[in-house]
């Protein structure tokens, strides 16, 4: 009930915004190449889909922001586990890592084009090197971070430092990568957007800069609206992937996942165990 | 031919210091004691009296300064694979199950799952855990998470405990009860129990000796044997005899200056 209430308050915000956005262009008899009314950007969302161009150079974007955010998330991953294990890498790598993260990376875009050419390689290229970073650092934070009480219990055990990793640090380092895919996605999309900006056949960066030429700005606006819905839907991707991977996580579970006799006995597990017994004693 | 060896472990002026940037600080100063097999010895002291630094060096962690420390016989070089640990908190991984966190030593040690797997589901219905292996330790609460820990430590059937304040994070109430539930177990599976507490009636209830240290450095200043007939029941704390002990350790402490725990 009180989910049906919050969708039919979300659609009536949502609503009324968009009116009074209608109303606002209306009334000040704005130029609809500084503000567009969302009836017009409506009409060139329509046209741009219905003919197909959004579709395929929505789906060349795509393309490059996913080949880009795989690259980058693994060679992240992999270096940051290097210079988290190995203290040598982290002496001789990590200056240069540091100094190069405090480089904006879209200035890289121009050169990398220039490099690359306009095609694909070049946008997979900037996109996974903006994407690179979140998980090279949470990657080491969430190796570096394993708990000295656990690493002395496995110690204990007579565990070897292969084993310490694969059985702590690697699973304890899973939120942190988890944190940095997120973050990754996002970023990879935008490196792939600006690459595009700077040179490209394809695109909708590309796409968003020929129109800007034109002075279709409600053809921008439309292009904006797909590329925040394509941002939010990768996010709930990689959320779907983080709740599968780390199940284990309580901060994961939401309450409306346990069954109601779950949710009302204060130990879960005692739900388990006690009909069998009362079943033997009856 | 040597002597046949009944000494679980034995120590042999122990020391420990800690570099510090002003000095050095003394944890352990030249400690003896031993403990025979099967026997249930509780170390009491006060905070910072390297109780703890005691532990680790017998867990094969922490290599001692100077001294010897030996386990059925043998010098301790490093971890070894015939005692269980027991640490203050549960230390247990939040992506294993209770079950595979009870595994934990047979996969490090390689040991064969199967093999182990019936030991494992027996040893968690001894602590009352049944039914339960299949749950994450989030689902647990912290005496249930506790005893996942002492499964874990007995699952490979190790001569030896080490427990380093098992309890010490427990209410009142639960402690209590643990303190029941670990002298069953031990009563069942006789094993060689070293346990390392803050606590002056823990140690009388569970032990069959208390080893009394002093804090910084520690030394050990008593060593006392409780004769009080097995099961112990919580009722024993109110009995005379029980308060004869508490007393007489307090009153260890109260000679050095008190106890700061």
Not at chain 1, 22 to 44: G, K, M, N, T, W
Not at chain 1, 64 to 73: A, H, R, W
Not at chain 1, 226 to 244: A, D, E, F, T
Not at chain 2, 36 to 41: A, K
Request: net charge neutral; with cysteine.
């Amino acid at each position: 009930m009180r989910n049906t209430r919050n969708i039919v308050l979300t659609v009536l915000l949502f609503v009324a915004s968009v009116a009074v956005w209608e109303l606002v262009v209306r009334v000040l008899a704005l130029p609809s190449f500084i503000l567009p009314p969302p009836s017009q950007v409506a009409v060139a969302l329509w046209r741009g889909l219905a003919s197909g161009v959004y579709i395929e150079h929505l789906g060349y974007t795509l393309l490059e922001t996913l080949l880009g955010f795989v690259v980058g998330s693994a060679l992240g991953f992999f270096l940051g586990t290097a210079v988290a294990m190995n203290r040598y890498v982290e002496f001789f790598f990590y200056p240069y890592i540091v100094m190069f993260q405090s480089l904006p990376k879209v200035a890289l875009a121009p050169l990398i084009v220039v490099w690359f050419g306009l095609g694909l390689t070049s946008k997979v290229i900037n996109a996974a090197l903006v994407a690179f970073f979140p998980l090279l650092v949470n990657t080491m934070v969430g190796l570096k971070s394993a708990d000295e009480d656990r690493v002395s219990l496995m110690r204990s055990l007579a565990a070897n430092e292969r084993q310490i990793f694969w059985m702590l640090r690697l699973p304890n380092a899973l939120p942190f990568v988890m944190a940095g895919l997120d973050v990754a996605m996002i970023f990879a999309l935008i490196g792939a957007i600006v690459a595009e900006f700077v040179g490209a056949q394809r695109g909708i960066g590309m796409l968003i800069q020929s129109m800007n030429f034109n002075m279709d700005v409600s053809g921008q606006f439309s292009l904006l609206l797909i590329l925040s819905v394509v941002g939010l839907i990768l996010n709930r991707g990689i959320g779907l992937i983080r709740r599968r991977v780390m199940f284990w996580d309580p901060s994961e579970k939401e309450t409306f996942e346990r069954s109601p006799e779950e949710a009302a006995t204060p130990h879960p597990g005692r739900a388990v165990v006690t009909p069998a017994k009362e079943g033997v004693g009856s | 031919m040597p002597p046949v060896v009944t000494e679980a472990i034995a120590v042999r002026n122990l020391s420990k210091g800690y570099a510090t940037r002003d000095g050095g600080v003394a944890a352990l100063e030249r400690i003896s004691f031993a403990v025979g097999e099967g026997e249930f010895v509780a170390v009491v002291g006060p905070s910072g009296c390297g109780k703890s630094t005691l532990l680790k060096i017998l867990a094969g962690i922490l290599p001692p300064s100077s001294g010897q420390a030996m386990l059925r016989g043998t010098p301790i070089v490093g971890p070894r694979r015939d005692i269980g640990v027991v640490f203050q908190s549960p230390v247990l991984f939040p992506w294993r199950s209770v079950l595979d966190n009870v595994l934990l030593p047979v996969d490090v040690q390689g040991l064969g799952r199967e093999r182990h797997r019936t030991a494992a589901l027996e040893l968690l219905s001894l602590v009352h855990l049944e039914g339960f292996e299949h749950r994450y330790p989030w689902e647990l609460s912290g005496g249930m998470q506790q005893r996942v820990a002492i499964t874990r430590a007995l699952v490979h059937d190790p001569a030896m405990l080490l427990m380093d304040e098992p309890f010490g994070a427990l209410d009142a109430m639960t402690r209590e009860h643990m303190n029941v539930e670990l002298q069953r177990i031990w009563l069942e599976r006789t094993k060689t129990v070293l346990f390392i507490t803050h606590s002056i009636p823990e140690a009388v209830f569970l032990a069959d000796r208390v080893l009394v240290m002093t804090p910084r450095p520690g030394r050990l200043m008593d060593d006392l044997a409780v004769d009080l007939p097995r099961p112990r029941t919580l009722e024993v704390m109110n009995t005379p005899g029980f308060g004869e002990y508490a007393r007489h350790i307090r009153g260890r402490f109260n000679v050095k200056g008190g106890i700061d725990a």
